[in-house]
């Protein structure tokens, strides 16, 4: 963001450096920056590229990704203006948008504005930046490029002779990384895409990207079951091409109106998002199917997402959701999470959280329409739709406490923080208490959404198979029934009320009726079988037990 260029010229005359990239999203200011930058050669003796001007919109999220145009052990120099955030005036933005309570404010500098990740601060940006070129005199890298640069070294295609068969669909794997059992996902993001469609305006087609596409199936079922009409089948290995256009090629690839229905690229997730955002190519439904903890996308995916799409996002970290790396999931959903016996649950909380807060940095919020976990992985599926706008509170992202003494769990707003405790303990703070967050502790299912799903299903003979892991009956009644707004985060075991009551487990489904009988909300999880998620106190479901053996 260099307005009239001032710094960009600084930093060629005083500090040295070899190359710089001006850029100001205000085309306005180009006669200014340029007459400026003027006074400092445009090509080096070597004929190499002194300066650039560009005027594209610079957000850091979107173009740096969280430093990733950072050479190793360079510095990066950010700044914020926003006092009142600072000064504690506004809490909701603070915690949402930098991760920090407004009811820390005694304790921040009243006359904070501005702050900078770098870990040293020079005195002055130009000394700073001489700092860099001294111990980092390496050559300017070419500029990025809104290109697409094909490898010139062609590898042999992957064998394609591992045919498969998912929902009627015909497809081959080759020797792609693909999981069979992860059909009930897919099942779950064609049938959220093909009800999306459905809501678009007549004669608005539905745009998908599948950023992390594999052998191609996501993106080939998207086209022939959802009905939509545009797919940007993505894949980092190049390796990959033959297989893919072998599966789509199974679809036209021109519509008969003469539009391309499918293409496939090979790029990194972050940068093909991000080349579309650039060109303002937005997108309906966009399906980032990533492995492990990698999060970094998560900004750049929400902003590819067009007013009120859908976001179909993935995490296998069963690690981070368990609370074994509480500092790996920090660093990347943004969440200190411990060990905590529905840790599964945790995870998908931990992924929407980390949206969130990503959407909210932009400007955006989310609303989770389904979550769905899978033991195999473990995989950690959510699916968000994105509005624009800020969120009016953070009420629904805040802490979850769960007491290793009693087994109760509850939940803690930003402004609880120096109040948490457990009642077990008379309000007094106790070691036996574990707190994870901030996480999102709203419902998981969207019901209505997850009910029109289920007769979508049905209507497609999705939903009774004869094929019991496929049958999705099961799987959409259960997140119908978890989706009531009373059921707090978490869920109990039977096995933990047998315990801690020294008795035989309860029968899941007799000790859910009772719950409901007595008052209280109450439902299977689809996430553990012997799990309950219940309003209800553990001392309580220990209590109606007990009443059970003596009945």
């Not at 919109?57 to 914020?80: E, P």
């Not at 890298?141 to 394609?160: D, G, K, Q, V, Y």
């Not at 059909?183 to 678009?200: E, P």
């Not at 080349?275 to 439904?285: K, P, Q, S, T």
Request: with cysteine.
């Amino acid at each position: 963001m260099c307005g009239c260029g001032i710094r960009a010229i600084r930093y060629l005359a005083q500090a040295g450096a070899d190359f710089v990239w001006a850029n100001d999203a205000s085309e306005d200011c180009r006669p200014l920056i340029l007459s400026n930058l003027s006074r400092h050669p445009r090509v080096s003796p070597g004929d190499d590229r002194c300066w650039v001007v560009s005027h594209l919109d610079a957000n850091m999220r979107f173009l740096v990704q969280r430093y990733a145009t950072v050479r190793k052990g360079g510095l990066v120099y950010i700044t914020s203006t926003n006092g009142y955030s600072s000064g504690g005036h506004r809490p909701h933005w603070l915690s949402l948008t930098y991760g920090i309570s407004g009811q820390l404010r005694d304790s921040l500098s009243q006359n904070l504005h501005c702050c900078s990740v770098c870990s040293l601060l020079a005195p002055a940006m130009a000394a700073a930046a001489a700092v860099a070129a001294h111990f980092f005199p390496i050559p300017p890298s070419p500029p990025f490029l809104l290109t697409h640069i094909r490898n010139p070294i062609r590898r042999p295609p992957f064998p394609a002779n591992v045919s498969q068969t998912e929902r009627g669909v015909e497809f081959e794997t080759g020797d792609s990384f693909f999981r069979s059992e992860s059909a009930v996902g897919r099942d779950l993001g064609v049938l959220s895409a093909a009800l999306h469609r459905q809501s678009l305006c007549s004669g608005s087609g539905l745009r998908v990207i599948d950023a992390m596409c594999g052998c191609g199936i996501r993106s080939l079922r998207y086209l022939a079951q959802a009905g939509a009409d545009f797919v940007w089948a993505n894949d980092a290995s190049e390796d990959c091409r033959p297989l893919i256009l072998s599966n789509l090629s199974r679809h036209p690839r021109v519509s008969p109106g003469g539009g391309r229905c499918w293409v496939v690229s090979h790029l990194d997730a972050n940068r093909v998002l991000a080349e579309n955002y650039l060109r303002r190519e937005f997108f309906d439904f966009v399906d980032v199917d990533s492995f492990g903890s990698d999060s970094s996308f998560m900004g750049m995916a929400v902003a590819t997402v067009r007013k009120g799409g859908l976001l179909y996002i993935t995490s296998t970290d069963g690690h981070s959701s368990g609370g074994h790396r509480p500092h790996c999931s920090l660093a990347s959903y943004g969440a200190y999470v411990r060990p905590m016996p529905f840790s599964n649950e945790i995870g998908l909380r931990m992924l929407i959280g980390g949206v969130l807060r990503e959407a909210a940095v932009i400007g955006y919020h989310i609303s989770p329409l389904f979550s769905y976990y899978s033991y195999h992985g473990p995989v950690f599926r959510v699916m968000l739709r994105v509005d624009r706008g800020q969120l009016q509170d953070n009420s629904q992202y805040g802490f979850i406490s769960y007491c290793h003494n009693c087994g109760n769990s509850q939940t803690f707003s930003w402004g609880e923080l120096g109040q948490i405790s457990c009642a077990c303990r008379s309000g007094q703070v106790s070691k036996s208490l574990v707190v994870s967050g901030p996480l999102w502790i709203g419902c998981l299912h969207d019901a209505a959404f997850v009910t029109e799903m289920l007769h979508l299903a049905t209507e497609w003979g999705w939903a009774c198979t004869a094929q019991k892991e496929l049958d999705l009956e099961k799987l959409l009644n259960q997140m119908i029934e978890e989706g009531d707004p009373r059921l707090p985060p978490g869920y109990i075991k039977v096995d933990e009320i047998g315990r801690r009551g020294k008795m035989n487990s309860p029968p899941v489904m007799t000790l859910i009726n009772i719950l409901r009988k007595e008052g209280y909300a109450a439902s299977r999880s689809h996430i553990a079988p012997n799990g309950i998620k219940t309003n209800c106190p553990i001392a309580k479901c220990i209590q109606f037990a007990h009443g059970l053996g003596a009945a």
